[in-house]
């Protein structure tokens, strides 16, 4: 079984930043993927940004150039770093993982809310 816990939500201001924080109970680097997804109220949940166990990463086009996604392994922590951010970055965001197993794990999530 393993373990995610988001951290990092918050209020901030259209133009505003924010970095999100997903700590892992196991060793990241043994997952197929760590990758952070996003639902806005009566929408679906869609992919943010992946982080992938060889190192490759991946953005939604609506994200790409104002979101980053990084990894810190000794910590076991996957960060999503927001820049720019738009009332449409609105969510709640979510970690996930996916392990050779072929176990899929999610976080319980944070609100994130961007408005003046």
């Known amino acids: 079984q393993v373990q995610l816990v988001e951290s990092g939500g918050g209020l901030v201001q259209p133009g505003g930043s924010l970095r999100l924080s997903c700590a892992a109970s196991?060793?990241?680097?043994?997952?197929?993927?760590m990758a952070w997804y996003r639902q806005a109220p009566g929408a679906q949940r869609n992919l943010v940004a992946i982080?992938?166990?060889?190192?490759?990463?991946n953005y939604a086009p609506s994200v790409q150039g104002r979101f980053t996604i990084s990894r810190d392994s000794a910590k076991n922590t996957v960060y999503l770093q927001m820049n720019n951010l738009k009332p449409e970055d609105t969510a709640v965001y979510y970690c996930?993982?996916?392990?050779?197993?072929?176990?899929?794990?999610w976080g319980q999530g944070t609100q994130v809310t961007v408005s003046s």
């Open positions: 196991a060793n990241i680097l043994s997952f197929n993927y």
């Open positions: 996930s993982t996916n392990t050779p197993e072929g176990a899929y794990y």
């Open positions: 982080f992938t166990v060889t190192g490759i990463t």
